[in-house]
């Protein structure tokens, strides 16, 4: 099999790398890119999963922290979400104890109607540690809870760390831009790219990485895209590094603004900010004054406009191509979804390599996993903006106004009529994250599961008063997480 990649960045190699390191034998990898296509990069943050990734490939995560200038990550912190002045976290890891059949949201539950449940964050190891700004790797026992954590990483840095890799295994990078795309005349499939000066680069299978131009997926094999402005209306962006300032905390903030919102992103050597935000909502240079205006430090270059269409593609495999990263689709990086959206289908992809022409019952297969994976990642997104309370915002407002996908407002009911919350199938979000989001913001549960009524009121302030205290222990005996990063840079250039 010949596989073309058509794009770097982020999605490119990542994609270059897994395949260099699973491919069978044989197998070519060529990736094309141009250095007069700047990347997009908003994806600095992400989820527990690129665990997964950096272990598949065998990278040092010493040296991964070194070579991206990266940081550890203990959850999301937001800020403005349920009103102005308040704030919360969404935490990795587990909250509290389950006890018997029942995970701990019904016991907290029932603690709150009798007056005695302290605020989520007390019974969560995450985020006590993100809050005193420590951080541990490991046990420091072996009965002792271990934190979940995830990295800020330079997407840049990284694709460049993972062109080494990939380079080194064999894939062959061609420089220049995609002048058109060639395909079978008999059969429709994509048979070859065309660079500038009349160089064709055939396959037999291609990825498309080329970014929101989808000049693959879409400019050659027009698939269809599935807009969902109509939950997201936010449809620009701007980033901007500053200058380190402020707590170097382990965790990303997120702050609700006036139409949008505001990422922070701490790194080794810089911060990184963004505002997302409605262009019909608010002007692009009020926008960019809000962003420069909240910094904790000086910026280091002028403020980066991106333009997006939240959605995804009708179908991310079709015929012999593939859509990964933004050609695939565009969902707001609130949850630090983007890296990770690329993570799994690359994974999805390599379960599925086809070894000849793509069979039609594995294409199929392919595109309803993604298409059940995206629609419920938008779901989790959406229920921040709707679960708002900042009343009097016409933004805001006509966010908490909207009418919701079919599938969020189920899981609202169920939530809201006695605490429940189910994880369907392989969905990215798990219940922990959903009972932090709908605590975080003020949507209420009427009632828990009566199994919880088992437990005396006695046993019940024990439970959870004894939870507290351990993780409360825990936390003070953790190093600070800016001592950890220095100590993982230092042994990674030992």
């Known amino acids: 099999m010949r596989f073309v990649i058509a794009g770097g960045g982020t999605a490119g190699w990542m994609t270059a790398a897994a395949l260099s390191r699973f491919a069978p034998p044989g197998t070519r990898i060529d990736l094309v890119e141009s250095e007069d296509i700047g990347t997009i990069g908003v994806g600095e943050a992400t989820i527990p999963q690129i665990h997964l990734f950096n272990a598949a490939l065998g990278l040092d995560e010493a040296e991964f922290l070194r070579e991206t200038k990266g940081t550890f990550k203990l959850g999301i912190e937001f800020a403005g979400w349920q009103a102005e002045g308040h704030t919360y976290m969404h935490a990795f890891g587990s909250i509290?104890?389950?006890?018997?059949?029942?995970?701990?949201q019904h016991y907290w539950l029932r603690a709150k109607q009798l007056g005695f449940a302290a605020p989520l964050q007390r019974y969560s190891l995450n985020e006590l540690a993100a809050r005193t700004m420590r951080m541990q790797l490991g046990r420091r026992t072996p009965q002792s809870p271990e934190l979940a954590y995830a990295y800020h990483f330079d997407a840049g840095l990284y694709a460049a760390y993972l062109r080494r890799y990939a380079e080194a295994r064999g894939v062959v990078r061609h420089e220049g831009l995609i002048q058109s795309v060639e395909r079978d005349g008999e059969g429709g499939d994509i048979a070859a790219l065309v660079l500038d000066g009349e160089r064709r680069i055939e396959g037999d299978f291609f990825i498309d990485c080329t970014g929101f131009r989808g000049l693959l997926i879409e400019g050659a094999l027009e698939t269809g895209f599935d807009d969902w402005t109509h939950y997201l209306p936010c449809d620009r962006a701007l980033a901007v590094p500053c200058a380190s300032g402020g707590d170097f905390t382990p965790y990303t903030r997120s702050t609700a603004r006036k139409c949008g919102w505001q990422w922070r992103i701490p790194l080794q050597h810089r911060i990184g900010n963004g505002h997302v935000y409605s262009s019909a909502m608010i002007s692009d240079d009020e926008a960019a004054a809000?962003?420069?205006?909240?910094?904790?430090?000086?910026?280091?270059?002028?403020p980066r406009q991106l333009r997006f269409t939240t959605g995804m593609r009708r179908k991310h495999w079709n015929r012999n191509c593939i859509a990964i990263g933004l050609a695939a689709g565009f969902m707001e990086p609130l949850e630090s979804t983007s890296i990770h959206l690329v993570q799994s289908a690359i994974s999805r992809f390599l379960s599925m390599l086809p070894a000849g022409k793509s069979d039609p019952a594995m294409v199929d297969h392919f595109n309803a996993q993604a298409a059940f994976e995206w629609t419920r990642t938008r779901d989790f997104i959406v229920l921040?903006?709707?679960?708002?309370?900042?009343?009097?915002?016409?933004?805001?407002?006509?966010?908490?106004?909207?009418?919701?996908?079919?599938t969020l407002t189920a899981k609202l009911a169920q939530w809201q009529a006695s605490g429940f919350i189910h994880r369907e199938h392989e969905e990215l979000f798990t219940e922990v994250g959903w009972f932090q989001v709908l605590a975080g913001q003020g949507v209420e549960a009427r009632g828990y599961n009566p199994i919880a009524d088992a437990l005396t009121e006695e046993a019940l302030r024990d439970l959870l008063g004894l939870t507290e205290a351990e993780l409360v222990e825990e936390v003070r005996q953790m190093p600070r997480h800016i001592e950890v990063v220095e100590q993982m840079v230092r042994g990674a250039t030992a």
Not at 290 to 302: C, F, Y
Not at 384 to 398: I, L, M, S, T
């Open 384 to 406: 921040h903006y709707w679960a708002n309370q900042r009343v009097g915002e016409p933004f805001w407002d006509a966010m908490r106004a909207m009418e919701l996908p079919g």
């Open 96 to 104: 509290g104890r389950p006890v018997g059949l029942l995970p701990f």
């Open 290 to 302: 809000t962003l420069l205006a909240n910094l904790d430090g000086k910026p280091l270059a002028d």
